[in-house]
């Protein structure tokens, strides 16, 4: 390549994983992704399918060990999809109790 700049890789997981948490389901507790063998460098994107908020909210800290919880909420539609680093900071979200 000739334009002088420096080549960025990105790395990305070949079987992503997918979580859907339907009405009265639990997914998983409060974890960071290097539990799961993830590299610490990994970025989440959430994507929900519906509005968010509540018992159906995915909650996450800001920065690793922060332990600010807070959930993320929003209208579905309206610029929901959210990342995060997923592979240091913990997050989890609750019982869905949603209708």
């Keep these: 390549h ?4 420096e080549e960025i890789c ?3 997981q070949a079987f992503p994983c ?4 339907r009405p009265e389901e639990f997914s998983i507790g409060p974890h960071a992704d290097v539990a799961y063998g993830h590299h610490p460098c990994s970025v989440n994107f959430y994507v929900p399918l519906t509005g968010i908020g509540g018992a ?3 909650f996450l800290e800001s920065s690793p060990e922060k332990a600010d919880w807070h959930p993320i909420v929003g209208e579905y ?3 929901l999809v959210k990342h995060f ?6 997050h989890w ?3 869905n109790k949603t209708e």
């Design 93 to 95: 979200t609750t019982e």
């Design 56 to 58: 159906n909210a995915l």
């Design 85 to 90: 680093a997923g592979g240091i900071c913990v």
């Design 10 to 12: 990105y790395y990305y």
């Design 77 to 79: 539609g309206r610029n």
């Design 2 to 5: 000739d334009s002088g700049e």
């Design 18 to 21: 997918v979580r859907i948490v």
